[in-house]
């Protein structure tokens, strides 16, 4: 059974710092692309970041500069490690496992099969 489990979402004011985890089981992480993903209350869910197996990253331009995603194959867990935080990266977050064993980064929600749960983040002004 696959599972993913986000943690480290929380409370945190405008300017700070939060990494967030996500922990894979049931599925063959090193040879998968990951993501993150996030959903605001009331829009719709958007590309937040994704790294390729090998390591090769992608970030959504509204996070670009802030964000670092990163992924540990030996212990099968993608982290966003999210700085100078803005009330507008309030959302909950979800990091994602692709369909598919690639090579490639993927950027498109269609790419991807697993998902976790979501966490939610918090940027207070």
């Known amino acids: 059974q696959v599972q993913l489990v986000e943690s480290g979402g929380g409370l945190v004011r405008a300017g700070g710092s939060l990494r967030l985890s996500c922990a894979s089981s049931?599925?063959?992480?090193?040879?998968?692309?990951m993501g993150w993903f996030r959903q605001a209350s009331g829009k719709e869910r958007e590309f937040v970041s994704a790294?390729?197996?090998?390591?090769?990253?992608y970030y959504a331009d509204s996070v670009k500069g802030r964000f670092t995603i990163s992924r540990d194959n030996t212990n099968p867990t993608v982290y966003l490690q999210m700085n100078s935080l803005k009330p507008e990266d309030t959302a909950v977050y979800y990091c994602?496992?692709?369909?598919?064993?690639?090579?490639?980064?993927?950027?498109?929600?269609?790419?991807?099969?697993?998902w976790g749960q979501g966490t939610q983040v918090t940027v207070s002004s």
């Open positions: 994602a496992a692709s369909r598919v064993q690639t090579s490639t980064v993927l950027m498109l929600q269609r790419s991807y099969e697993y």
């Open positions: 049931g599925v063959t992480f090193s040879s998968r692309a």
């Open positions: 790294v390729s197996r090998y390591g090769n990253t």
